[in-house]
C-alpha cells in the first residue's frame, strides 16, 4: 500500500504572500513531509512518496536560494507543472497509471481545485484516507465534501503571522533613485512597496516621509505615461493605505521624526516584528541596532549605489535593494516613450515650470536658446525648485522626456516645440493669458474677477483637447499654476456690491512672456496675438472675409440688443447678461471683437448705466439705432420673421427649405438665422421632428413686425 503527498507549491506560496505569512522554504518542505508520514502512520518518511508541483522556472524566491533544490534536498519529486487545466492528468499519467499498489494514503497540499480529479481517478483502497491540507475549505459544496478531510494548513505547521511596519525615508529613496538614473514613478513604488512589506507579514503600519506639498523639494514623481503627478502624491498614497508624514526639506528633519517614530511604536505593547526602514541613511544604524537588541527583526530596503556600507556590512540587518523588486524605467527609457495624448487630465505639472520659466527668460533676454545655468536659476527664483541640485535633475528630466533639447556643447539649450507637452503648455498658458488680457482692454476693467474668468474658459473652444478643459477644477488648476509661476496675480478685493465680501481677482503680471505681443491687441481664435486693428477703415463685407464668426455675432449681439431694450422698455441691456446669453456662440474671443466693432463704428455703446433694481453702476450695452450696420441689421431681421409669418399664415412647415422655396431669390445664411430665432425664443423646435420649429406667434418682436410685413 502507497501513500502520497502532493504539494502545489504555487498555490500555497501564492497564499500565504497574500496573508502576510512568513515562511522558510526549507522549513515547509520538511515539515510538510514529516506531518504527512505522521498522518499516515508511517514508521518511516521514506514510506511516504512526495511530489512538488511548480512553474519552475517563473517561482520568484529570495536570491540565491534554488526552490527546486531546497525541495530534491528533502525528499520531494520536483515535478515541472504543465498548464493548470492539465495539471491532474500530467500527474496521473506521470506517477499513478504504472503504480501496481492501490494508494492507502492521498494528502494534497493545496487551496486550489486544479487537483480535484486526481481523487477521483486514482486507484485507492477500500478504507483509504483522503486529505486537503490548504488555507481555506474549497471542497464545500462539491462531491468530496464528506469523502475528503480538510485540514488548515498553518495550525498543522504551526506557522504564524508576523506583523510588519515600515518606514519610508522618501525623500532620500526619490533622490536616491533619481541619481542613478531611475524615473521615480510613484504608483510602480507604492504597489511593490506594499507587495514587499506583506512577504514578510502582516502590514500594520506603513508611512512615507517627505516634504509634501514643498514645490521642488523632491525629483519629479510621474506616472506611466510619464505626466508629473507630486501634487497629486499624498493621495495616491492614502489610497494605498500609506500615511504621507510631511517633515521639511533637509536631511535632518527627516531622520529626526522617522526615527522617533520608529523608537516610541516598537515601544508599544502591540509593536510590530518585522521593522522595515526604506532609507540608506547610515544615521539610522543606531535606531536600527536598538531595535535588533530587543529582538525585533530589522529589513533595510535601498538603493544599490546609494546605500551606506555601515548598514550592508552589518550582518544582523537584512537589506533589500528597491532596484531588484521594482522595474521602474531610466530616464532615457521614459525619454524614448511616446507621451500618451488621451490621459485623463492634463494638469501643471514640474515640467509646466520647466516651460513657463524657459519662455519667460527668452522673452527677457530676446533668444531663442538659455543656458542650463540660467535655466536653473530661474526656476530656483520662482521657487519652482529648492535647490540647484534638484533643478539640475528637473532640466536634466525634460532633456531626457524631449521637451528640451541640447543644441552645443556649452549647455545651451532650446524649446521643444513640437511635444505635445509643450504644445499644451503653451496653448492653455497664451489662452488663459489672452482671456484676461482682453477682457480688461474691453471692458476697462482694473482686474478680471476669478469666477467670470472661469466661465469665460469654459466655452473656449480652443481648449476642447483631450485631458483639457474638463471642469472647474482642472480651470482652477491652470490658473492657480500661472499665478504660482509668477505670470499671472492673484489678489483678494472688496466686492463692489458688498465692501465687507472678498472676492479673488485676477491680473495679468509686467512680466508675462507674451505680454508684449498681447497688450498690442486681442488673441485670435487660435490663441496668436493679434496686431491693433482699425475697425473703422474694415467694412463688414471685409469683416466677413477676415473674421466671419465676429461678423456673425455681430449680428446677434443687435439682435439681442434690440429685443432686450424692445422687450422691456430699456435704453441699455446688462453686458454680462447678453455675453452669457450668447456665449454659447462664443468662439474664441468673437464677441468681445463684435462689441469692439460695434462701439469703433459708432453701432454700440458700452458704459456704466444706473440700475433702476440697483444703487450700484452696472456695465451696459446700447445700440444706436440710427447707425447704418444696425439698421441694415435689423431690417434683415424683421425681413426673415415676416417670411416666418407668410409660413405660419398659410400652415405651412417653418423649415430651412420651406423659407427657401417662400423666399427663393434671397440668399439667406439661414443656419445663422435660425439660431438666432432659436435664441431669441421667436422659433421653438418641435420635439422629435429634427430641423422643423412652431412659431411663436405672439412674441413681443414677432408681434410688433407682423404689424409692418
Known amino acids: 500500500m502507497a501513500a502520497y503527498l502532493i504539494v502545489d507549491l504555487d498555490d500555497l506560496l501564492r497564499h500565504f504572500r497574500a496573508r502576510g505569512?512568513?515562511?522558510d522554504l526549507q522549513e515547509l518542505a520538511v515539515g510538510l513531509r514529516g506531518g504527512a508520514a505522521l498522518a499516515a502512520g508511517l514508521v518511516s518518511v521514506d514510506k511516504l512518496k512526495a511530489i512538488v508541483v511548480a512553474d519552475w522556472e517563473r517561482l520568484e524566491w529570495q536570491r540565491n536560494i534554488d526552490p527546486r533544490q531546497v525541495f530534491a534536498a528533502a525528499g520531494y519529486d520536483p515535478f515541472d507543472m504543465p498548464p493548470r487545466e492539465a495539471l491532474a492528468d500530467a500527474l496521473i499519467m506521470h506517477y499513478f497509471s504504472y503504480d501496481p499498489d492501490p494508494i492507502n494514503e492521498l494528502i494534497?497540499?493545496?487551496?486550489?481545485?486544479?487537483?480535484l480529479p486526481v481523487v477521483r481517478r486514482v486507484k485507492m483502497t477500500r478504507h483509504a484516507r483522503i486529505r486537503m491540507w490548504g488555507s481555506e475549505d474549497v471542497l464545500q459544496g462539491t462531491e468530496f465534501a464528506e469523502d475528503v478531510v480538510f485540514q488548515p494548513l498553518?495550525?498543522?505547521?504551526?506557522?504564524?503571522?508576523?506583523n510588519v511596519a515600515v518606514y519610508i525615508d522618501f525623500e532620500n529613496i526619490a533622490i536616491s533613485l533619481n541619481e542613478q538614473g531611475f524615473v521615480v514613478n510613484l504608483d510602480h513604488l507604492i504597489e511593490r512597496f506594499v507587495s514587499q512589506a506583506k512577504a514578510h507579514g502582516v502590514l500594520t503600519k506603513m508611512a512615507a516621509y517627505a516634504p509634501w506639498g514643498q514645490r521642488g523639494s523632491l525629483p519629479p514623481l510621474v506616472d506611466t505615461n510619464g505626466r508629473e503627478i507630486a501634487d497629486e502624491a499624498p493621495s495616491r498614497l492614502m489610497v494605498a493605505n500609506i500615511d504621507p508624514v510631511f517633515n521639511l526639506p533637509g536631511k535632518n528633519s527627516a531622520d529626526i521624526r522617522i526615527a522617533r517614530d520608529v523608537i516610541t511604536d516598537a515601544g508599544h505593547s502591540d509593536a510590530a516584528d518585522v521593522y522595515i526602514l526604506a532609507s540608506g541613511d547610515r544615521d539610522f544604524n543606531d535606531v536600527l541596532n536598538t531595535l535588533m537588541k530587543r529582538g525585533l527583526n530589522v529589513i533595510v530596503w535601498g538603493v544599490r549605489g546609494s546605500?551606506?556600507?555601515?548598514?550592508?556590512?552589518?550582518?544582523?540587518?537584512?537589506v533589500e535593494y528597491i532596484d531588484d523588486f521594482t522595474n521602474l524605467q531610466?530616464?532615457?527609457?521614459?525619454?524614448?516613450s511616446s507621451f500618451h495624448e488621451d490621459v485623463d487630465d492634463f494638469i501643471p505639472s514640474q515640467w509646466t515650470s520647466v516651460i513657463l520659466q524657459f519662455d519667460r527668460l527668452t522673452a527677457d533676454i530676446k533668444a531663442e536658446t538659455v543656458s542650463i545655468r540660467q535655466l536653473v536659476e530661474q526656476l530656483q527664483k520662482v521657487g519652482a525648485v529648492i535647490s540647484r541640485p534638484r533643478g539640475e535633475d528637473l532640466v536634466s528630466q525634460s532633456i531626457s522626456l524631449g521637451l528640451l533639447k541640447p543644441i552645443s556643447t556649452n549647455g545651451h539649450v532650446i524649446l521643444n516645440e513640437h511635444h505635445p507637452i509643450v504644445d499644451k503648455t503653451r496653448l492653455i498658458s497664451e489662452r488663459i493669458a489672452g482671456r484676461v488680457e482682453n477682457t480688461l482692454q474691453v471692458r476697462g476693467w482694473e482686474y478680471v474677477n476669478y469666477g467670470f474668468l472661469l466661465k469665460g474658459l469654459a466655452m473656449d473652444h480652443e481648449l476642447e483637447r483631450p485631458g483639457m478643459n474638463s471642469d472647474d477644477q482642472w480651470r482652477s488648476h491652470w490658473i492657480d499654476a500661472l499665478v504660482r509661476e509668477g505670470l499671472l496675480e492673484?489678489?483678494?478685493?472688496?466686492?463692489?456690491?458688498?465692501?465687507?465680501?472678498?472676492?479673488?481677482?485676477?491680473?495679468?503680471?509686467?512680466?508675462?512672456p507674451f505680454a508684449s505681443n498681447l497688450r498690442s491687441g486681442a488673441a485670435d481664435v487660435n490663441g496668436a496675438a493679434l496686431p491693433d486693428v482699425d475697425w473703422k477703415a474694415i467694412s463688414v463685407q471685409k469683416l466677413q472675409e477676415m473674421e466671419p464668426d465676429t461678423a456673425r455675432m455681430i449680428v446677434r449681439v443687435v439682435v439681442s440688443i434690440e429685443q432686450f431694450t424692445s422687450f422691456r422698455d430699456f435704453e441699455w441691456c446688462p453686458l454680462g447678461s447678453l455675453h452669457r446669453r450668447l456665449r454659447a456662440?462664443?468662439?474664441?474671443?468673437?464677441?468681445?471683437?463684435?462689441v469692439e466693432y460695434l462701439s469703433a463704428h459708432d453701432a454700440a455703446l458700452v458704459q456704466e448705466y444706473p440700475n433702476p433694481q440697483s444703487e450700484y453702476m452696472t456695465k451696459g450695452i446700447s445700440i444706436n439705432m440710427r447707425n447704418a450696420i444696425v439698421q441694415k441689421i435689423l431690417e434683415q431681421r424683421d425681413a426673415f420673421i415676416c417670411i416666418l409669418l407668410s409660413l405660419y399664415d398659410r400652415n405651412m412647415l417653418i423649415s430651412e427649405q420651406g423659407v427657401r422655396n417662400a423666399d427663393s431669390r434671397s440668399n439667406w445664411h439661414l443656419d445663422l438665422w435660425f439660431s438666432i430665432m432659436e435664441t431669441e425664443n421667436v422659433l421653438n423646435a418641435l420635439p422629435g421632428r429634427s430641423g422643423q420649429y412652431s412659431l411663436f406667434r405672439t412674441h413681443h418682436s414677432v408681434n410688433l413686425i407682423a404689424e409692418r410685413c
Open 108 to 115: 494534497l497540499a493545496t487551496t486550489s481545485r486544479d487537483l
Open 585 to 594: 456662440f462664443d468662439t474664441g474671443m468673437s464677441f468681445q471683437r463684435a
Open 307 to 318: 546605500t551606506s556600507r555601515i548598514l550592508e556590512k552589518n550582518d544582523n540587518i537584512t
Open 21 to 23: 505569512v512568513i515562511i
Open 330 to 336: 531610466t530616464h532615457q527609457s521614459l525619454g524614448a
Open 154 to 162: 498553518e495550525t498543522l505547521l504551526g506557522i504564524q503571522s508576523k
Open 490 to 512: 492673484r489678489q483678494l478685493v472688496p466686492h463692489r456690491h458688498n465692501p465687507d465680501d472678498l472676492v479673488p481677482v485676477i491680473k495679468l503680471c509686467d512680466v508675462y
